[in-house]
């Protein structure tokens, strides 16, 4: 009941402002790009995707935008996460498509450390304020590629209108609304090779796409409808260490393989192909008050599916039979020790070979109301919620061909839902002076989980049986911001800003029914409360083509429910909360220099940010037993350079150019360990961090309807383990170098001058590329798509 009075305030909140009509309309030349761009046989010019008739309020910040035609012209886009591919200094830990785990890195901040990032749509968030490492993905789903305009990449926290949760920076997602009636139906074909663990097979998946809207009068409706369906390759390869210890039972089979430090072990198998289903129905409805203020509402709803149910073993008993693992005369899993023809000894539990079921209904609605609301003034205000009702994974403690099976089982719940409400006020004639910019305004956030999980005597029925954990807890935040930007000579401005958040910690609690300690069963913690002020600074100089802007900030980014309060024991996973956790503190420095070149730029982002109290998930020792754990890492530093260069109709030929290199090292450089055994991290690098990016794409427009692009990205190794002791390349657990080479080519049909029918066809990884970032991603895959849009 709380959480719908909630919404019902937060909403009425966002209603209750008053719109007056506008008169004028005004250009900041400095919220502009300087750059045109080629389509067909038309040029147009666009800006930075800033909101509509919203001044820009993060000038300070370094900004990349993608057009849409870009992303049409030069990726295979199957989920909307594909859009930002080439992005610099962006990672994104997409597994497989449609894989619910694709976790966001920006910068110095890397794809576990998901609260360092923030996503829009439309001013609504999709990212993940309650959870973290490969659990916390922005909603990417919610959200078809076939409806994005314009993607906008922010780096870092130097706007005071978003919070710490930016430290890594932030992701604006922007759609339009129909002008007139409009159609479209996109479908799109997916084929993956997997030859992996003793895999040869062709993966299959498809998407499709359809939508329709029309604008009567000020009114303007659009609905959609996508299906995402796909077979992923195997999310993890089944390896164990070899020792020379006496005993256990013998076995042929398995593949040479090594731990990721190196070490002598085995593979003898995979969990099974990961499948993902995903239906999203989605509408927007807009009203035009005047020729430069709308309002939106948008609602939308999806309904995921994923499931593991053909585990792969390598491993055969002495009569031939399939191996699965050890277990116990009551179906539960225990570890068994094998040993190799050669003497070799290695322990299989029998969880490993586990099937899996899960699912996620969610809702997701807001309304927004953008524009001018005087001849000076203009407003951009969100409420939005969002609620996955339902979340369930169900999993078999054995595998079903195991002879031991008893089908025992897991059921894991989880209880998700959170609140905004996003209010900003700006002018760029602030006090009658149009030397002087002001935007302000306050934000509320209440973001709520809790975690369930439950023993299962028969996982194929979905019966529930004891609980054995129940954990979670909210957080809440109200904040007020403000800038000032003052343009004090022809070409130069300098802005200051500053944000207060008051963060709250509410209803902790972690309930362990298994526990042997009676006084550790059940564990309520107290609410909690902090402040904190953020300042924000820039000084900007524009001489003509060039610009020259240092950006300073301060950030405090809280921590989030699962950070403190999540606690769980699942079949082969511990995780301890850390209720006591506080705020990291970070300092935020970059220097731009920019040059504009005919249709593009060059651009250099110089950048050093140094992180108090950095929380990361680590490994630690507690009573004998290795668990994970989120702990604060005294202090961090990172130093890089982004490099950037974009041009359009190169030399007047028909060819588009992009090439992006990210520099950077971060560093461990003060660490005071917690817990027994615990490493002491000084002087080492921060996990999961390349030290070089390279992105780059080259598209040719053969003709005006025919175009193809090659496209490349190339990653350096890094470290998955804050110990920097997984040097190994090309297994699971480890993080390799990896360079992939995409191509695609589209054709526009001349059907009608009404229809714009296009076929397509790609490839990515070309050259089949065996790269693991903890997890394998996809081998050589093959696309082929056809729209119809009217």
């Known amino acids: 009941m709380n959480k719908y009075l909630l919404l019902l305030g937060i909403t009425y909140l966002g209603c209750g402002v008053a719109a007056e009509p506008s008169k004028t309309k005004t250009t900041d030349k400095q919220a502009q790009t300087k750059s045109d761009k080629y389509q067909g046989a038309d040029m147009v010019t666009f800006g930075t995707s800033t909101d509509r008739t919203f001044p820009d309020t993060a000038k300070a910040t370094p ?39 694709g976790n966001l890195g920006i910068r110095s901040s890397n794809t576990f450390q998901t609260a360092h990032s923030m996503v829009y749509a439309d001013g609504m968030p999709l990212h993940n304020p309650l959870r973290t490492t490969f659990n916390g993905a922005p909603r990417w789903s919610m959200v078809s590629p076939s409806e994005v305009e314009s993607t906008e990449v922010l780096y870092g926290p130097f706007s005071s209108q978003y919070s710490g949760n930016s430290m890594g920076g932030v992701i604006n997602l922007n759609t339009k609304m129909p002008e007139k009636f409009e159609a479209q139906m996109d479908a799109t074909g997916m084929f993956q090779d997997v030859h992996r663990s003793g895999r040869n ?37 089944n390896a164990a260490a070899l020792t020379r210890a006496a005993g256990g039972t013998p076995i042929t089979g398995g593949e040479g393989y090594q731990t990721t ?103 997701n609605y807001g309304l927004g109301l953008k524009g001018k609301i005087s001849d000076n003034w203009s407003i951009d205000t969100t409420a939005s919620y969002y609620d996955a009702f339902k979340d369930r994974t169900i999993s078999s403690t054995l595998n079903p061909n195991h002879p031991l099976n008893r089908n025992r089982g897991q059921i894991s719940d989880e209880k998700p839902w959170w609140a905004t409400y996003d209010l900003k006020l700006a002018t760029d004639n602030f006090m009658g002076r ?54 004090f000579l022809p070409d130069w401005s300098v802005m200051a800003g500053g944000r207060f958040d008051h963060w709250q910690a509410l209803d902790g609690h972690v309930y362990n029914f298994t526990n042997a300690n009676p006084s550790l069963r059940v564990q309520n913690y107290a609410d909690r409360d902090a402040s904190r002020f953020s300042p924000k600074a820039s000084l900007e100089y524009s001489p003509d083509k060039w610009t020259f802007r240092y950006s300073f900030s301060k950030a405090y980014r809280f921590p989030i429910a699962e950070e403190m309060f999540a606690s769980l024991s699942r079949l082969n996973s511990t995780t301890f909360a850390a209720p006591g956790l506080g705020p990291e503190a970070g300092y935020f420095h970059n220097f731009m220099t920019q040059y504009d070149i005919p249709r593009g730029y060059v651009r250099a982002n110089f950048f050093f940010d140094q992180i108090n109290n950095e929380i990361n998930s680590t490994q630690v020792t507690v009573n004998g037993q290795t668990t994970t754990t989120f702990q604060p890492i005294d202090q961090t530093e990172a130093v890089g350079v982004d490099l950037t260069y974009q041009q359009y109709e190169v030399f007047d030929l028909p060819i588009d150019l992009m090439a992006n290199t ?33 992105n780059g794409s080259a598209t040719y427009h053969i003709t005006q309807p025919w175009d193809a692009s090659v496209g490349v990205r190339y990653r350096s ?47 990515d990884n070309v050259f089949d590329a065996n790269a693991f970032e903890n997890h394998p991603y996809p081998q050589r895959t093959y696309f082929i798509s056809a729209s119809l849009k009217y």
């Open 63 to 101: 900004t990349y935008t993608i057009d849409k035609t870009d992303v049409e012209t030069k990726v295979n886009a199957t989920t909307v996460e594909d859009t930002i591919r080439y992005a610099p200094g962006v990672l994104i830990r997409k597994r497989f498509m449609g894989d619910p785990n």
């Open 717 to 763: 190794d890094s470290f998955q383990t804050l110990a920097n002791t997984d040097t190994a390349a090309n297994v699971m657990g480890g993080t390799d170098e990896s360079t992939f080479v995409d191509l695609k080519t589209t054709y526009r049909l001349p059907i009608n001058p009404k229809l714009k029918s296009t076929i397509s066809a790609g490839i």
């Open 662 to 694: 990210t520099i950077m090292d971060k560093q461990i450089t003060k660490h005071n360990p917690i817990g027994v055994n615990s490493v002491n991290y000084t002087g080492k690098e921060w996990d999961r961090i390349p030290q070089l990016q390279i």
């Open 201 to 237: 097979e062709t993966l299959t998946g498809y998407k499709t796409f359809i939508s329709a809207g029309d604008r009567i009068d000020r009114f303007s409706v659009w609905a959609s409808y996508n299906r995402f369906e796909n077979e992923g390759q195997p999310q993890t390869i």
């Open 434 to 487: 149009k030397d002087l910019s002001f935007m302000g305004g306050y934000q509320f956030n209440h973001a709520s989980l809790n975690l369930d999980v439950y023993d299962s005597n028969d996982y194929r029925a979905g019966s529930v049986g004891a609980k054995t954990n129940d954990s979670g807890g909210a957080t809440q935040t109200n904040s007020a911001f403000s800038q000032l930007e003052w343009r």
């Open 261 to 363: 430090t190196e070490a002598p072990s085995i593979a003898y198998g995979d969990i099974g192909v990961a499948q993902q289903t995903t239906d999203l129905f989605k509408a927007k409805f807009a009203y035009d008050f005047t020729e430069e203020l709308q309002g939106r509402f948008t609602i939308a709803y999806e309904d995921r599916v994923g499931k593991v149910d053909d585990p792969n073993t390598l491993l055969r008993d002495a009569a031939g039979n399939r191996v699965w693992g050890g277990a116990t005369a009551a179906g539960l899993s225990a570890n068994q020790n094998y040993r190799t023809a050669d003497g070799q000894r290695f322990a299989v539990p029998g969880s490993v070979f586990s099937v899996s079921d899960s699912e996620r209904q969610a809702l």
